[in-house]
């Protein structure tokens, strides 16, 4: 049946992942650990950037310049004196300079990308400038930017002048700094790179709660994931329904991401063979992604985000059901009935191996 098991998410990391987000952006996240000699006032005082090691930034279109925080250091005083104390921390921009040490010779960036999954694009010099009146004692410099911690200051913000006129929705910008100068002061080991992106949302762009059906027509035994959710949800901290995230990938498209219960570009479903007790998996290399029409708000189009017909082994393509009642996008509701289209299954035109019919209800934004 080709079916791809990814490993699940455990309920704990994503509680403390969760967590996280929420407080990240409060920029309050990170929970460092000090010595007995520490809290004495006689270890060592750290540097660190808050929100390391990837900070995710979405925001609602706009066309004018916006000042947006990219990033804080933040120095953790371990006395009195040393809060007193004056430190000059120095953040290079790696993003496009610094090449990883791979033999291809890639950059920074690149090398992420590739290791990670991700499809980040560097910022472009047409899309920021550095907001130079927003704290004098952060200053640009010829490899990145300068921080200068005077008596009582704990963190510095850097923050850009972002032109929303300049930004292509279907790009994810990153920039990626590292601390490359402590300024004397002790560096916190994996919070000391971070890659910044920044990314506008399209109006369909958010979190969504699914409910509905789906039918596999070779495999009756297959059926819509919150089958599974309603009793086995909750072990993994995703009690049913379903949620989807939608991802702006242009003004009109989004891939759909599953972030509530599989953690990947994947469709989630219940498997049930007779006399077995019922669990999850998902269909191997297909995930949609939607097409709207800006107009009428309709969906015009759902295609697999790994491609269509590709891989050869199974073929798969989405498709966008006609007989669907609206497809449509009204008010903050999704209404949508697609299928997986796959020939080595299916051998007769129009080849529907599976199909949904479902309602995606707004929750929030991402």
């Not at 989630?268 to 029409?293: E, K, N």
């Not at 050869?312 to 999704?334: F, K, M, Q, V």
């Not at 289209?341 to 707004?362: I, L």
Request: hydrophobic letters at 35%.
């Amino acid at each position: 049946m080709n079916f791809k098991q990814n490993k699940m998410k455990k309920n704990l990391l994503k509680g403390l992942l969760l967590g996280c987000s929420a407080l990240v952006l409060l920029n309050g996240c990170v929970k460092d650990k000090y010595s007995s000699n520490q809290a004495a006032g006689i270890g060592p005082s750290y540097v660190r950037i808050t929100e390391a090691e990837v900070y995710s930034q979405f925001f609602a279109p706009f066309l004018t310049v916006k000042p947006i925080t990219v990033l804080s250091v933040r120095r953790d005083a371990a006395s009195s004196d040393a809060a007193a104390a004056t430190n000059v921390v120095a953040l290079t921009d790696i993003t496009a300079n610094n090449v990883s040490q791979s033999s291809t010779a890639e950059t920074y960036l690149a090398a992420f990308n590739r290791h990670n999954g991700t499809s980040y694009s560097a910022m472009p010099s047409t899309l920021y400038t550095f907001a130079s009146a927003s704290d004098a004692s952060v200053t640009k410099t010829s490899t990145g930017y300068s921080f200068n911690f005077g008596p009582g200051d704990f963190a510095k913000n850097l923050t850009f002048n972002v032109d929303g006129s300049q930004v292509d929705l279907s790009k994810q910008y990153a920039i990626a700094f590292t601390i490359t100068n402590t300024g004397g002061l002790t560096r916190k080991i994996g919070l000391d790179t971070i890659i910044a992106t920044i990314a506008i949302k399209n109006k369909y762009d958010g979190v969504y709660a699914v409910t509905g059906t789906m039918v596999d027509v070779t495999t009756t035994t297959l059926t819509q994931i919150n089958n599974f959710l309603s009793v086995g949800g909750a072990q993994y901290g995703a009690p049913a329904p379903q949620q989807y995230e939608l991802r702006t990938t242009s003004a009109n498209t989004c891939d759909v991401y599953d972030n509530y219960f599989y953690g990947a570009y994947a469709v989630a479903i219940s498997s049930q063979a007779v006399g077995a007790a019922i669990t999850y998996s998902s269909y191997g290399t297909f995930s949609p992604q939607l097409t709207f029409d800006l107009t009428t708000n309709k969906i015009t189009a759902v295609t697999n985000r790994y491609g269509q017909a590709v891989p050869p082994a199974n073929g798969r393509t989405g498709r966008l059901d006609p007989t669907g009642s609206l497809n449509d996008y009204e008010s903050g509701t999704i209404t949508i009935k697609y299928n997986m289209c796959q020939p080595s299954s299916v051998p007769v035109a129009p080849y529907v191996r599976t199909t949904w019919d479902e309602t995606w209800k707004f929750l929030k934004s991402r």
